[in-house]
């Protein structure tokens, strides 16, 4: 049987903590600051979940550990849409050439949505601009809700 490992034990502690808790005895403040808090946290978190899904893709981890390519392990073992699927593998498979959009995910400064419009737009980008525009999306990001970010990047 897998033991997780000490971070991911504490994290599901918390969890279950933050859960027992009951949001209406909570104040206004606490409430706005500390969801701001576990918003960061959540990006942070897909941070963690694109790195380990990069090094699983290229270990093929899934073929030997379930028989079935990392997309399909995702979606058929653990339930994850074939878009949320996608938007995970997308910013995984793209880490290794983006070190600003990891770091900045990594910091909480990204969501997962930005991460893969920003991947989108710098791969349509000149080569020798590539770097510059990731660097200035991701500042925009930090401004600009997904959905905007990718208009303007389409445009």
């Known amino acids: 049987?897998?033991?997780?490992?000490?971070a991911v034990t504490r994290i599901a502690e918390d969890v279950h903590e933050l859960l027992a808790e009951d949001p209406h005895?909570?104040?206004?403040?606490?409430l706005t600051n500390s969801?701001?808090?576990?918003?960061?946290?959540r990006n942070q978190l897909d941070a963690v979940l694109v790195r380990q899904l990069q090094v699983i893709d290229v270990r093929d981890a899934t073929v030997d550990e379930a028989g079935r390519a990392t997309r399909g392990w995702l979606v058929e073992d653990l339930l994850l849409s074939g878009r949320d699927a996608s938007r995970y593998l997308t910013v995984?498979?793209?880490?290794?050439?983006?070190?600003?959009?990891?770091?900045?995910?990594?910091a909480g400064r990204l969501?997962?949505?930005?991460?893969?419009?920003?991947t989108y737009a710098v791969a349509k980008a000149p080569a020798g601009l590539r770097d510059v525009i990731e660097k200035e999306l991701v500042k925009a990001s930090e401004v600009c809700d997904p959905g905007r970010l990718g208009q303007f990047t389409a445009s």
């Not at 049987?1 to 000490?6: E, K, L, N, Q, V």
């Not at 005895?25 to 606490?30: F, G, T, V």
């Not at 969501?111 to 920003?118: G, K, P, W, Y």
């Open 1 to 6: 049987m897998y033991t997780p490992r000490p």
């Open 25 to 30: 005895a909570l104040a206004d403040i606490e």
């Open 35 to 41: 969801t701001e808090i576990l918003l960061q946290l």
């Open 92 to 106: 995984a498979r793209s880490l290794p050439e983006h070190r600003e959009i990891d770091t900045a995910l990594g």
């Open 111 to 118: 969501t997962l949505e930005h991460a893969r419009v920003i």
